[in-house]
């Protein structure tokens, strides 16, 4: 695609990476056919393409407008379209490059911009998340159901195991995920204990920034990274092998660090290695011998639901699913499974009617095999369904983990 971007953008980073990614694409049009927007709204500037066109638009002079914003913020970034570019397009980054910009550009009104910054106040930080959620349920009673729905039950703490073996990994604790959910890193810590490998959770570490970061609030989520790194980096000297994640959406936003940081002289080359070391808990069972696990799923039907964030973002499409039937899971058939579910991190607040309309859609796809259980691989998406699915949603992890702990018991 050719391009005319101005000189105040062309001169920065940002736009200079812009420029490369627009000219990646040729306008296709392939994406179209993928992206969950597009096919429910019809609407040209609700998908990739137009949406590419746009961010062109405002690089190359154009005022953006609030309907601007609008088809932007309307993109769940699940990054389906560029699974099926045959172009390699990056959309993800230009979409990031393009908010940003709007963002600066044009006012929201203050109803938007408080539930924005609430959201940045609040998700991030599990202290305040898990207070916010102990107020829900408290007035759960007197709550319409829609919203009684999308409060997530109260899981009870277990025991994590101390670190005792020679092989250590460090582990995301998360944010909404150590509140809402604590015992699926527990869970992933006593299946790792039983491969003799340690998992170190890090206190001085926290949200991984991807909150901020698909809010445009981009120097808060580089805050939020540069924590992050300095937590670990003793760790890491000392010889922790990968950092593990069991949140996808976590571990795509991390993978992501060097890339994000490429020009801070202070932390690229750290970022860089931050980036490389991290892996989805997928990625680290793969590896492994798992006969010691001792797990049997017996055929149990279990539809999985792969998040964007894994099998787009991360690009490793299949590998829960071919765990799962390593272990003998019986996966029951997911049409259209490359779509998002509408959780999308904080889209399912901003754009509820679009998340729900393709959270009914996802169930349906999930449910039609009549599966026992829906697991997934991000916090997001699980508790996403959960809200409305009628039969069990949870996390694989917390799957092979019950599966062990009564094999041990026997």
């Not at 709007?102 to 938007?112: I, Y």
């Not at 509140?179 to 527990?186: K, L």
């Amino acid at each position: 695609m050719e391009t005319s971007i101005v000189k105040t953008y062309l001169e920065t980073p940002e736009g200079q990476e812009a420029e490369k990614i627009l000219r990646a694409c040729v306008h296709c049009g392939f994406c179209t056919a993928t992206c969950p927007t597009y096919q429910i709204l019809g609407d040209e500037l609700d998908g990739p393409r137009g949406r590419i066109y746009l961010i062109k638009q405002v690089l190359e002079g154009k005022t953006p407008t609030h309907r601007t914003q609008q088809h932007l913020d309307r993109c769940l970034t699940c990054r389906s379209c560029e699974t099926t570019c045959p172009s390699g397009v990056q959309y993800s980054r230009l979409a990031d490059i393009g908010r940003e910009i709007v963002e600066g550009k044009v006012r929201r009104p203050l109803t938007e911009r408080l539930k924005r910054f609430g959201l940045r106040k609040l998700l991030p930080y599990p202290r305040r998340f898990a207070f916010l959620l102990t107020l829900g349920r408290a007035a759960r009673p007197f709550m319409p159901d829609h919203l009684r729905r999308k409060l997530p039950s109260i899981q009870s703490r277990t025991t994590r195991l101390e670190a005792v073996h020679k092989r250590r990994m460090l582990v995301l604790e998360g944010c909404a995920q150590q509140a809402a959910t604590p015992n699926t890193n527990a869970a992933t810590a006593r299946l790792l204990h039983r491969l003799g490998i340690s998992l170190i959770s890090e206190p001085q570490s926290g949200c991984c920034g991807a909150v901020s970061h698909h809010l445009s609030a981009q120097n808060e989520s580089r805050q939020a990274m540069r924590r992050n790194i300095d937590a670990w980096w003793p760790h890491i000297e000392a010889g922790a092998e990968a950092i593990v994640i069991t949140a996808s959406g976590c571990g795509a936003m991390v993978k992501e660090y060097g890339h994000l940081m490429r020009h801070d002289p202070a932390y690229a080359d750290k970022a860089a290695t931050v980036s490389s070391l991290t892996r989805d808990i997928a990625e680290i069972l793969t590896q492994e011998d798992l006969t010691s696990l001792s797990i049997q799923g017996g055929g149990k039907p279990i539809a999985f639901h792969s998040p964007c964030t894994l099998q787009h973002g991360q690009k490793l499409p299949g590998i829960v699913e071919s765990i799962l039937q390593r272990l003998d899971y019986k996966l029951t058939p997911v049409a259209d499974n490359h779509l998002c579910c509408g959780s999308a991190g904080t889209y399912s607040l901003l754009q509820s009617e679009l998340s729900q309309q393709l959270l009914t859609q996802k169930l349906s796809s999930l449910t039609e095999g009549q599966p026992d259980l829906i697991a997934t691989a991000n916090i997001g998406c699980q508790l996403h369904l959960a809200s409305q699915s009628e039969i069990p949603v949870q996390h694989w992890i917390e799957l092979l983990d019950e599966a062990m702990q009564k094999d041990y018991r026997e």
